[in-house]
């Protein structure tokens, strides 16, 4: 896809690019969705990762379509909730959801959980990587996966996850199963790229004198750590200068030193949910 000016993308390994942030609209309800989409897209976010979980997969749909932009300009991911695993259930949920969005194919299309419980995963990833080749999923990837569900999958199918998003915060860096998926091509996206708000970013070692030195907010500056270490991000928000603000992480460096300082913030604080636990 067309990346906007000035920012960041990676490729994934089916050779397309992905803007390296966008916005997630986790908690976002359906009713303020649609104009948050909207802010976001006039703002210049090219990048809008949803879920049918999330229950608002229409708002941004009407978003989409009322913003006039160009389907191929925009990157769109979704999620396949945990009770829609399964060889028959994922292609209706693929379906539902592209309905809802008013898309005829997603971005990027990811199984949410594992849900090692249900022991579905391994044939859900089997009906994405179809739903791959009917065109409806640009790319393919997972949520939540450690090391041991990756190696399933990668056994059982044929075609390599394009997208593992995990949760990753400076307090959480997720350094061993990162080190396990990304020489695989299998790029990294970071939920909860802020710590879902659930600590306080200020009392992290040092970020507040580094966002003082830099002329930054400490989020901008956690927001860069991410781009620099070459994840995805889409930090949420509901208020538009935030979006502003959040966006506006392109035109600074942080020097070797600097992203050391926040490498060093890592203290394997997870502030949501085990993979293995997340069997809903
Ligand atoms: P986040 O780390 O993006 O934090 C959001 C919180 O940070 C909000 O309370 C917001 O008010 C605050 N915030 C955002 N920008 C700020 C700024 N500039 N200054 C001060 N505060 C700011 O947490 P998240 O929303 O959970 O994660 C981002 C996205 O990741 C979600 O919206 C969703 O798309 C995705 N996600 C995926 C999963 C998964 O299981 N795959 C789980 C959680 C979230």
């Not at 194919?105 to 080749?133: C, N, S």
């Amino acid at each position: 896809m067309k990346i906007p000016d000035g920012q960041l993308s990676l490729t994934l390994n089916t050779g397309d690019t992905i803007p390296q942030l966008g916005l997630g609209v986790f908690k976002v309800d359906d009713d303020v969705c649609e104009q948050l989409v909207l802010d976001a897209l006039e703002v210049g976010y090219r990048h809008i990762d949803t879920a049918m979980i999330y229950r608002n997969e229409a708002a941004v749909g009407r978003a989409l379509a009322a913003s006039g932009i160009a389907r191929d300009e925009i990157f769109v991911t979704t999620k396949l909730w945990n009770s829609d695993q399964g060889t028959e259930n994922t292609p209706v949920a693929l379906q539902t959801s592209l309905e809802l969005l008013g898309l005829d194919y997603v971005d990027l299309y990811l199984i949410h959980w594992p849900a090692p419980l249900r022991d579905d995963y391994v044939a859900t990833w089997l009906a994405l990587e179809e739903l791959h080749a009917q065109g409806l999923a640009k790319a393919i990837g997972v949520s939540n996966f450690e090391p041991e569900h990756l190696e399933k999958i990668m056994e059982a199918g044929s075609i390599t996850p394009a997208i593992n998003q995990v949760e990753l915060h400076p307090a959480f860096q997720q350094r061993t199963p990162r080190a396990f998926q990304e020489p695989l091509g299998i790029i990294t996206e970071a939920w909860g790229p802020l710590g879902q708000g659930k600590y306080e970013l200020s009392e992290l070692p040092g970020l507040v004198e580094l966002a003082k030195a830099k002329g930054r907010s400490i989020q901008q500056i956690v927001l860069r750590w991410h781009l620099q270490e070459g994840v995805v991000v889409f930090p949420k928000t509901a208020r538009k200068e935030r979006l502003v603000e959040n966006l506006s992480v392109f035109d600074f460096d942080l020097t070797a030193e600097e992203m050391d300082i926040v490498a060093a913030m890592d203290i394997n604080k997870r502030v949501g949910t085990h993979p293995d636990d997340g069997n809903w």
